[in-house]
Nanobody, 119 residues
Framework: QVQLVESGGGLVQAGESLRLSCAAS????????MAWYRQAPGKQREVVAG???????NYADSVKGRFTISRDNAKNTVYLQMNSLKPEDTAVYYC?????????????WGQGTQVTVSS
């Protein structure tokens, strides 16, 4: 079995920073693309940032220039550095990863971590 465990959420004031981490554990052959999503109350889940296995990244327009996604393949971990946080960044943040196990590609999700930004 594979688990994605997120950490690093919390309550901050506008303009401050947070760093989210998501570690994958279990029987893993390889991790392909990884991404962070978020879901605010009453809204649909949206993609925040993604990173491929070779480090190519993409971002939602709303976070470009403020958020940075990175990964440590040796640790099976993806990070999201969030700077200049705004109240509209308040949401539950979810880690997503496409992981190959036994020659099959699976889609896994973390349990989510709450990020609250006060004005």
């Amino acid at each position: 079995q594979v688990q994605l465990v997120e950490s690093g959420g919390g309550l901050v004031q506008a303009g401050e920073s947070l760093r989210l981490s998501c570690a994958a554990s279990g029987t893993i052959f390889s991790i392909n693309a990884m991404a962070w999503y978020r879901q605010a109350p009453g809204k649909q889940r949206e993609v925040v940032a993604g990173i491929t296995s070779v480090g190519s990244t993409n971002y939602a327009d709303s976070v470009k220039g403020r958020f940075t996604i990175s990964r440590d393949n040796a640790k099976n971990t993806v990070y999201l550095q969030m700077n200049s946080l705004k109240p509209e960044d308040t949401a539950v943040y979810y880690c997503n990863a496409f992981i190959t196990r036994y020659k099959t590609l699976y889609d896994y999700w973390g349990q989510g971590t709450q990020v609250t930004v006060s004005s």
